[in-house]
């Protein structure tokens, strides 16, 4: 059994990655061997992700704040709040903004896991996990 806490285990290790528009601290990593990594991710405010996993599937699930996801294939805008869920089941081209005096509090599953510090490349991808 894996037992962890964020405020005791993660932040301020090796586990927390800050980015300009971003802050995700990794509960649950590929070394774990769950099958997939688990992270309780800060949107900063006002800022706008780019992104597109490639060689992952995610879902995100909105626990604190407010914002908006829009989906590139579609155009179509989706607003988040606490409650709302996202699943990228076809790897779905999207930005996601979190607004003004909003930071977006989401937690995030990754299939495959993320395997440790990985930050977006230019296409909004993180790199295939055989590759770290
Ligand atoms: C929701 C999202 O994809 N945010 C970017 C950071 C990423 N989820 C992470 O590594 O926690």
């Known amino acids: 059994m894996i037992v962890r806490n964020l405020y005791d285990d993660i932040l301020g290790t090796d586990a927390e990655v800050d980015s300009a528009q971003w802050t995700s601290r990794r509960l649950l990593l ?3 061997g769950m099958g997939f990594s688990l992270h309780d ?5 006002g800022e706008t992700l ?3 996993y490639q060689h992952h599937l995610e879902a995100v699930y ?6 908006e996801i829009l989906d590139k294939a579609t155009g179509i805008r989706h607003p988040i709040r606490e409650g709302t869920v996202y699943a990228l089941n076809q790897h ?3 930005s996601l903004h979190a607004n003004q005096g909003q930071t977006l509090r989401m937690v995030c599953v990754f299939n ?3 395997t440790g510090r990985e930050t977006h490349d230019a296409s909004g991808a993180y790199p295939p996990a055989d590759l770290e």
């Open 30 to 32: 590929a070394k774990d």
């Open 41 to 45: 991710t800060l949107i900063k405010a």
């Open 50 to 52: 780019h992104l597109w």
């Open 62 to 67: 909105c626990i604190e704040g407010q914002g």
């Open 92 to 94: 779905d081209q999207h």
């Open 112 to 114: 495959p896991p993320v």
